[in-house]
Nanobody
Framework: QVQLVESGGGSVQSGGSLKLSCTVS????????VGWFRQATGKEREGVAA???????DYDDSVKGRFTIFRDNANLTFYLNMNDLKPEDTDKYYC??????????????????WGQGTQVTVSS
């Protein structure tokens, strides 16, 4: 059974940093795209960042230059470094794996395995 387990959420002040982690088990790691999404209650899910097995990345414009996605293939874990956090980054963040596509995508409908989510709260 595929499991994605996130950690690293929390509360910070504006301008602060957080690092999210997502460990994958029960699924082949190579040749699949993984990504981070966020969603607040009552709002649509938004793709934040994605990375494929070759290390190619894609970011939403709202986080470019502030967030970095990277993966540790040996430990089956991928990460989201979030710097210069803003109150508008407050959301529940989800990691996801696509066994449909090998290339990066921020389209959530193309991801078929999801973590449980971790809350990120940024205060002004």
């Amino acid at each position: 059974q595929v499991q994605l387990v996130e950690s690293g959420g929390g509360s910070v002040q504006s301008g602060g940093s957080l690092k999210l982690s997502c460990t994958v088990s029960g699924h082949k790691w190579n040749n699949y795209c993984v990504g981070w999404f966020r969603q607040a209650t009552g709002k649509e899910r938004e793709g934040v960042a994605a990375i494929d097995s070759d290390g190619n990345t894609d970011y939403d414009d709202s986080v470019k230059g502030r967030f970095t996605i990277f993966r540790d293939n040996a430990n089956l874990t991928f990460y989201l470094n979030m710097n210069d956090l803003k109150p508008e980054d407050t959301d529940k963040y989800y990691c996801a794996l696509s066994s449909i596509l090998a290339v990066t995508t921020l389209a959530g409908e193309l991801y078929n395995h999801w973590g449980q989510g971790t809350q990120v709260t940024v205060s002004s």
